[in-house]
């Protein structure tokens, strides 16, 4: 009977190690599941913000284009003012420039 009761106990610790294999194989998966998950839920996040930091630099940028484009629009107006208040002087201005221009590029 002990040859038996010790087979029968060699199979009861094989069965229990069997279900100790497929229990850890099951949490294995379930933690690699776990993480897969977490990480592509970052991803996700990580995503997310920086779409939102873009298009908060794309609409500075726009802004600042804007800006600069009436900057630039005003500055033209208040030339073009200028040269129809005094086109005489301008002119003369213009004249005085070319020749500086033209000395300096001459050297």
């Given at each position: 009977?002990?040859k038996q009761?010790?087979?029968?106990?060699?199979?009861?610790?094989k069965e229990d190690?069997q279900v100790?294999?497929?229990?850890i194989?099951?949490?294995?998966?379930?933690v690699?599941?776990g993480?897969?998950?977490?990480?592509?839920?970052?991803?996700?996040?990580?995503?997310?913000?920086?779409?939102?930091?873009?298009?908060q630099?794309r609409?500075r940028?726009?802004?600042a284009l804007?800006?600069a484009?009436?900057?630039?629009?005003k500055?033209?107006?208040?030339v073009e003012?200028?040269?129809e208040e005094r086109?005489?002087?301008?002119?003369?201005?213009?004249?005085l420039?070319?020749?500086?221009v033209?000395?300096?590029?001459?050297r």
């Amino acid at each position: 009977m002990d040859k038996q009761t010790a087979q029968g106990d060699y199979a009861n610790v094989k069965e229990d190690l069997q279900v100790l294999r497929d229990d850890i194989a099951a949490l294995s998966k379930t933690v690699a599941d776990g993480q897969r998950d977490r990480a592509n839920n970052l991803k996700d996040e990580i995503s997310r913000e920086t779409r939102s930091v873009l298009d908060q630099l794309r609409k500075r940028g726009d802004d600042a284009l804007n800006r600069a484009t009436e900057a630039g629009s005003k500055s033209v107006e208040s030339v073009e003012h200028k040269i129809e208040e005094r086109p005489f002087l301008s002119i003369i201005l213009m004249f005085l420039a070319g020749i500086v221009v033209g000395k300096l590029l001459d050297r």
